[in-house]
């Protein structure tokens, strides 16, 4: 198993988790026909709060990020992003059971058509409740 950890997300992360969300969704945007190199980094810096997101640390090194978003009906898991390097190995899986153990009841998101993190979602319980052509929205309930 890799050595990981969460720590609380800083204002000084923005830069580095939009460049990082960038590199990760690139593929998939653009083969939705998505992708601005500008805006998929000004949409993370324009919803990024540090208040509600952790920085994943493997290895003692920067691996990604997740976010949990208050919401009245339940809290949204959003910016859950690995490094490239990272994928496949275990931690996303890690990463998610560890949040998912720790919020009872309702958790939302979204992902984009297509993407393989759909798969990593079904598998922890979590349901397709709606689909446009660019997203997937899906629900767990515990």
């Known amino acids: 198993?890799?050595?990981?950890r969460l720590r609380p997300a800083t204002p000084?992360?923005?830069?580095l988790l939009a460049e990082l969300r960038?590199?990760?969704?690139?593929a998939d945007l653009e083969r939705l026909?998505?992708?601005?190199e500008r805006r998929v980094r000004q949409r993370f810096r324009d919803g990024?709060?540090?208040s509600h997101t952790w920085v994943i640390e493997a290895y003692g090194e920067f691996a990604g990020s997740i976010a949990l978003r208050p919401a009245d009906d339940g809290p949204?898991?959003?910016?859950?992003?690995l490094h490239?390097?990272?994928q496949g190995r275990g931690l996303g899986s890690a990463v998610l059971q560890h949040v998912l153990d720790s919020h009872d009841g309702l958790v939302r998101l979204n992902v984009l058509q297509g993407s393989p993190a759909r798969?990593?979602?079904e598998r922890y319980g979590f349901i397709v409740d709606s689909e446009d052509p660019v997203d997937v929205f899906m629900t767990r309930k515990v």
């Open 76 to 81: 949204w898991l959003e910016h859950f992003y």
């Open 48 to 50: 990024f709060d540090p």
């Open 33 to 36: 026909g998505r992708y601005d």
């Open 1 to 4: 198993m890799i050595p990981w």
């Open 12 to 15: 000084a992360d923005v830069e």
């Open 22 to 26: 960038a590199v990760v969704l690139r």
């Open 119 to 121: 798969r990593l979602y």
């Open 84 to 86: 490239p390097s990272m």
